[in-house]
Every structure is written in C-alpha cells, then in structure tokens.
C-alpha cells in the first residue's frame, strides 16, 4: 500500500461553518477498519463542497477570503443604502471608494464585509457585481442576488441594480455598444431619482467616459466634464470625480485636467491608483518629473499594503503597469539607478503559473525586462549589462525571440566596452537562432485517372442487384458524415499549426536580421568604415535618434547630427536624453553658442539628472567651458499647481520587499516540535493542507514528496502543517511504516487543529470561518518570498522549485522591513 493510499484512509474531520459562526476545532477522525474505509469511500459525501471550497458557491472561491477592516484614505463617500447595521453601511462606501480607485479587489474584500454584517444587504451584492464587470460569469451570480433582495430596499436603490443587472444580461446578440448606452440611460434614471445626489453623477461619468473606450464614442468631451463638475460643486474632494476628468482629458487636452491632478492622491491617498493617475496628466504635458513623483507615490502606498496586508503583487489591478511606467518616466529625467533598481525589483516579483509569467508583456515580468533593456541601452551602460546576464536579471531563455533580443543587448554592451572579438561571436550566435527558409511547398497536381485496360467484370446473370438501402443505412450514412466532418476538422487545426508555425518562423528570422543588420552597421563603424555603416542605421526601425546623432557625428556628419538630434528633441519635450545628446551634438560640431542655449534648457529639467552615466560624464568638459561648472545641476523647485504632497518615505518602500515571515511552533506526531526558527538561515517550502482526508491535499503531497530529495539539493526543505491532530498524524505514519514499502513519508508533516498559523498565514476564510490551501516559500532570512493561498492546494511542485531557484538568487533590498 503506497502512502497515498494510506493518507486517504483517514478523514480530517474538519467542520466548516457559515459566515458569522465560530466553528469547533478539528476533532481527530475515529480509527477505521478497512471495510469501514472502504465502504466509505466507495459513497463519497456529495452534500458538501471539496474542503477550501466556499459553502455559497463557485463564484465565493475567487476573490479575497479576509476579512476586511475600515482603512483610511479610501475617499469620502456618501451613499445611503438599506442596511440593518451601520458598521455594513461603513464598509459598502469603503467598497465604493475603492470602486472609484479600480482598487477591485479590495473592493470585493469591502463588500463581502459588508455581507458578512448584514447577509440580507442588496447593495453589497450590487458592489460585489460592479467589482467583477469583466469577469461576467461571477458578475451574473452576484447581480442574481442583489435582485432577489429588491423588495427589501428604497426604490433608489432598485434602480441602481435594475441598471447593473440590464447591463449584465443584455438581449441576445446586442453591440456592446448599445448595452453600455442601456446602462448609461439606466443611470441616468438614478440621477433623475436623486438630482441632488452625488454618487449616480459620478457614475454616470465613468460609465460614459468608460463607454468611450468600448465602442461608444463620447460625443462632447464638454458635456462630461459639466457633470462631473456638478459633482465636484457638491463635493470638492470626490477623488472619483477627480479620476474621470484626468481620464476624460487624457487623450485631448491633458491640460484641463491639471487641477484633477493636483487633487486626486489627497482625496483618496490610501489608494495607490488615485498617485498613479496624476502621472498620466503631467506625462502628456511632458512634466516628466512629475509623472514620476506620482508613480512612485503609487508604487510606495501599493508596497506598503502589500506588506501590512500580505498580498502579493500581482493581485493588485495596473500595479505592473505603473511600476513600468515610473520607469519610464525616471528615465526621462535622468534617474537611471533609480530606474534600474525598480526595473529589477519588477523582476524580483514572484511568479507564478496562472500570474505574472515572464512572458507576458503586460506582466511584472514581462515589463521587468523590456524597461532593464530599455535603460542599459539608453544611458549606455554596458557594464551593467554584461554582469546583469549572468544573473536571473537577464538569464538566457528558452524563448528564442527574447534570447535574440538578449543577444542584441549582449553584442551591444561588448561593442560599448571595445570587446570587438566578443560582439562578432554573439553576432554569430545571434544569426544561429534563425529558422532556415522553408521554400513553400509546389501545388499538388491531380492527375485524370487512367482508363482501366481491364474490363470492369460484367455481374453473373443470376446475381441480385445490390440492395441500396442495404449497403447504407441512415446510421452508416450519419458515421460517415461525422467522420468527414472529424477529418476536415482534423485537417483544418493541422493547417492553423503549421499556418502559427511559419508565422513564428518567420517573425524570428525578421527580428534576428533586424538585430544583426544593427550589430553589423555598429561593428562598421567601430572599424572606421563609416560610409557603409551610416546607410544600414538609418533603415533599423526602433533605434533612438540621439544614438543615430551620435553615430553621424562619429562619422563627422555634423549637419545631419545636429538635424536629427534636434528632431529627438522635438519629438520627446522635457527629455534629459535628447537634450543632452543635442548639447554634445552641437558642442562636438563647433556650435558654441547654440550648444549654451541648449544647455541651459537642459538645466531646467534636469534637477535629478544623475551624473556618473555615461552620457553625463560627456557633458562634464562641456559643462565646465560653458561655465555652468561640474555639477551643473540646479537645486529642485516643486511646482505650485501639483497640490499637497507629503514625503514618499512617509508612504512607504520603494520597492516591493518581502514580508517577515510569522514565526511558529508545532508538534508533529510524536510530540516532537518543530518551529519556524528551527529553519533560519535555510529557505523552506510550508505547505498548509486541510487534513488526510482532503483528497485535493493528498494528490498535493503526492506531488511534492518525489521531489523533496530535489528541494533537498537546492538546499530547500518541506515541511506540512495540517488541520489534523497529533493522533491522525500518528496513525499516518504508522502506516507508512508497515510493509511491503516500509516508506516513511519525506518531510515532516505537523498539527494545526487549533488553526492558528493557518489563520495567522491568512490560509483562512474569515467570512465562511474555513481554513484554506496555502503554500509559501521562506528564505533563510525568515521572509516570504512566495505564497499561493487558495480553495485549491497548489500542485505544480516542479514549477516552485524552479522558481524558489530563481528567487533566492535574487536579492531584494532589506529596506523598509
């Protein structure tokens, strides 16, 4: 009998009870005898959901399972809504703030809250619906409820989920646009209900502007922006109102929108969206120092939540988009190391199979490494990135488009250190990578068939004719209209295969002669040959201007360089990059006096600039003959129209860092404990399961224990603690011991019937009062540097113990702990 099947033999007897109920710890299953089990098992108990899984419902497994609390700084709110406990009322206009800030999945976590207080409120549901627009299907069952609760509520109220649920089940094959005209007549009817009332206006807003980006084109960009100036008459500090006009004008006059800027982080300054969205403004006016005050005002509140609420971070809505995007905006003004540490920091994310995949381009990961190649390439340090390729920073990939671009980095750098010999090999490995060109196959002829020059047999003269309806039946006829369809089918995903196959064939041949006819123009003009070099730059898409200005003053084409650096100038207002490259330009060609003019509009930008990059340090000469001296710096001013700001370290870390992981102590089956201590200085995997009787836990550990000896020489240990008691745990093992196996199970397996870590890990439903799945990975730090906390145990242990390699090479700052 294998261990498996002697974990199956035994129930954990785990009790799950409804919201608002205090469940009985785990009492120990009685011993068994094996007809007992057997009969138990052959009539499984069907009454009740998988253990994780939520009593209410499929669509109560997703979102958060903790409980909420009233936080600050989520916006003032007022709506009124039927409720038979006020603390339900506090946590609904929490949700809807939190609404307003797309902070959804707090959201949920507020209005479930809210339910937990008061079961019978119908506007929870109607939050939790909105909370999940784009995820219908949940959306649908939540809408369901809040419907059937509209007796119970003010006829206000039945508007808003009248124009929720019309909006969740439109007539069949209507536009989308026209289902989000129905709603937005819909919420007009709110407004008509309450003219005086805040909150239908300000939805109103966002569900017109929103219509915008779905199909249903905003016809007065004026006319939105009187209502949600109705709204701001009313309440000066909505921060929803705030977020819609930066939103409205984002794409027309970003200008208008400079006084929602200025006020949407205090309104609402606990929700890191509200800092983030201030950057889309002050980026379009090119205010790059701005933008990136706002991103990193977001980036710092998202990482303090994350620590004091332990989520990870990629279950927070647009939290890698901003991250990349403050990047991008602290490299326009020169914040390169600052740059850097964020770019790798978004690398240093733990991943996971269903979230943040290195492959993703819109994934922390993702983003993590475009914007590290972005900026290694644009403040030219090369250095940096021939060190960074030996490290999980930039590792080489089994995805050849990304090992192309890697390689292209690589041969770069090596030109950039005068490393000759080494760009022309990783030019040869670069070339290496492209697929042959497959000539198309030749149209397949069909040849007439021949005359037979046999004559067809005539039939004997007593043989019946063939019976039709005999030889095919209306059954053989069906099979074989359904093999043919099967086989057309069959023929035809064969041919998209090969259809996707040349298509990727194809993009990589294209992106590795994009990336060589580069490689090879550079290596042209490192040598001298600058006539043949200069031709084959210009014709490769993507590359910067200041670095082709750069290329023609090497090769003395002084006219042309100053040509193309002042349309890199003109093209990216208020970029320290373009404006230094035309200072060194004109400088370089003899233009005294315009590189000065030049140089002194680099200075009104260029406070932050850092000034040991490369392309810094070749301004200090220059500097100091147009007399600015070496640091030519001047000292920062911060604007007058951008509002309140209080100091970024008072909001928290720059970067994500990892949370101290609680300590813990448990007994195992002989009594023996073992502690969270015990394992300091040495990374451990703990995976919390919900007892030997949870099938889903079984098949976990039964994928975890053959690579335990795997997790063992990469220097990581396991470790499970359970719902079981000591007495379950005992039993356990003393089958595992007994033959033909004599096997003892490979890690140490504790008790938890009290639940305590498990609540104290969060691997707990506090609505439903459940324990939940949870896996984490703690280094030797005693920090959690990967958790995955579900109503499904986590079962690809291959994948964590890549990753668990993967995260422990890398070494987040110890900063804000």
């Known amino acids: 009998m294998n261990w498996r099947v002697c974990l199956l033999m035994w129930g954990c007897g785990c009790s799950l009870a409804l919201a608002g109920e205090t469940p009985d710890p785990p009492s120990p299953a009685p011993t068994a005898t094996p007809a007992e089990t057997a009969t138990a098992e052959s009539a499984p108990d069907v009454t009740q959901p998988p253990a994780g899984h939520s009593l209410h419902g499929e669509s109560f497994n997703e979102g958060p399972r903790q409980a909420a609390y009233l936080m600050e700084g989520t916006g003032r709110i007022e709506f009124p809504i039927t409720t038979s406990d006020p603390r339900a009322q506090q946590f609904f206009a929490q949700g809807v703030g939190q609404l307003h800030g797309f902070w959804y999945f707090e959201a949920e976590r507020a209005f479930r ?88 206006k300000a939805f109103l807003a966002w569900a017109i502007w929103q219509a915008g980006r779905e199909g249903l084109p905003i016809n007065s960009h004026e006319a939105l922006d009187a209502v949600l100036q109705q709204v701001i008459a009313r309440q000066s500090n909505h921060a929803g109102a705030h977020h819609y006009t930066v939103h409205l004008w984002d794409e027309e006059k970003a200008q208008r929108a400079i006084w929602a800027a200025a006020g949407i982080g205090p309104a609402a300054p606990g929700i890191a969206h509200m800092w983030h969205m201030a950057g889309h403004t002050y980026d379009k006016l090119h205010r790059y120092a701005d933008a ?38 602290l490299s326009h003004i020169g914040r390169a190391t600052d740059g850097l540490e ?95 060109t497959v000539p198309a196959p030749e149209p397949s002829k069909t040849e007439e068939p021949k005359p037979s020059e046999t004559p067809a047999p005539t039939p004997a003269a007593n043989t019946p004719a063939p019976d039709a309806a005999a030889e095919a039946t209306p059954a053989d006829t069906e099979a074989e ?28 041949r294209e992106t590795v002669e994009h990336y060589a006819t580069e490689i090879k123009a550079w290596l042209a003009l490192v040598e001298g040959r600058a006539e043949e070099a200069l031709p084959e730059l210009e014709k490769v898409t993507g590359l910067s201007k200041e670095r082709l200005a750069r290329a023609y003053l090497t090769a003395g084409k002084n006219d042309k360089a100053i040509e193309t650096a002042r349309s890199a100038v ?43 990059t490369p392309p810094m340090r070749r301004l200090q000469p220059i500097a ?142 506090d609505f439903e009062q459940m324990p939940l799945h949870g896996t984490f990975l703690i280094d030797g730090d005693g920090r959690v540097r990967w958790q995955d906390i579900s109503y499904e145990p986590f079962q690809d242990a291959k994948f964590l113990l890549d990753e668990a390699k993967r995260l422990l090479a890398t070494s987040p700052d110890d900063a804000g702990l």
């Open 292 to 329: 990136a005050w706002q991103q990193e005002a977001s980036a710092r509140v998202d990482h303090a939540y994350m620590q004091r609420d332990r989520v990870m971070p990629y279950q927070i809505h647009n939290y890698a988009h901003n991250q990349e995007w403050c990047v991008r905006s």
């Open 113 to 200: 809250q809210a339910l937990a207080i008061d079961s019978n409120c119908a506007m929870a549901y109607w939050g939790l619906a909105l909370a999940n627009r784009e995820n219908t299907e949940r959306a649908k069952v939540f809408i369901r409820e809040a419907v059937a609760r509209k007796p119970q509520v003010s006829a206000n109220e039945g508007l808003w989920i009248d124009a929720l649920d019309h909006f969740l089940h439109p007539p069949e094959k209507q536009e989308k646009r026209d289902t989000w005209r129905t709603l937005i007549r819909d919420l007009e009817k709110v407004v008509h209900a309450d003219p005086n009332a805040v909150e239908p």
């Open 624 to 765: 100091e003959t147009l007399g600015f001296g070496s640091d030519w710096r001047p000292a920062y001013v911060q604007p007058a129209d951008v509002g309140l700001r209080p100091e970024l370290d008072t909001l928290g870390p720059f970067t994500w860092q990892p949370q101290p992981a609680l300590d813990w102590k448990l007994a195992d089956a002989e009594g023996h404990e073992i502690s969270l201590a015990d394992y300091r200085g040495k990374p451990v995997v703990v995976i919390f399961y919900l007892g030997i009787g949870c099938l889903h836990c079984v098949e976990q550990l039964e994928a975890f224990a053959p690579l335990a000896a795997d997790f063992a020489s990469a220097g990581i240990d396991l470790v499970g603690i359970s719902t079981d008691g000591q007495e379950q745990l005992r039993a356990s093992h003393t089958r595992f011991a007994k033959p033909p196996e004599n096997a003892k199970f490979p890690f140490p397996l504790l008790s938890d019937a009290a639940l305590g870590i498990f609540k104290q890990y969060r691997c707990y439903d």
């Open 481 to 508: 209209a359904k093999r043919e369809e099967e086989e057309k089918k069959k023929q035809e995903a064969e041919k998209r295969e090969r259809e996707r196959i040349e298509r990727e064939a194809k993009q990589l």
């Open 342 to 436: 964020l770019a790798s920091n978004l690398i240093e994310l733990p991943r996971h199979p269903k979230h943040n995949r290195w492959n993703d381009g819109r994934s922390a990961a993702g983003f993590g490494r475009v914007r590290l190649y972005e900026l290694l390439v644009r403040y030219e340090l090369w250095n940096d990135a021939l060190a960074l390729a030996a490290t999980p920073y930039l590792e080489a990939t089994d995805d050849k488009l990304e090992q192309a671009k890697r390689l292209h980095l690589m041969a770069l750098a090596q030109l950039g250190v005068a490393d000759v010999p080494a760009a022309r090999e990783t030019l040869a490995s670069l070339e290496a990578i492209a697929p042959p």
């Open 570 to 612: 003109d093209g990216n207002q208020g970029d320290v990059i373009a404006l230094a490259t035309l200072v060194e330009v004109l400088h370089g060609a003899g233009c005294s006096a315009e590189a000065k003019d030049a140089f002194e509009r680099l200075r009104t930008i260029g406070a932050q600039v850092e000034l040991t």
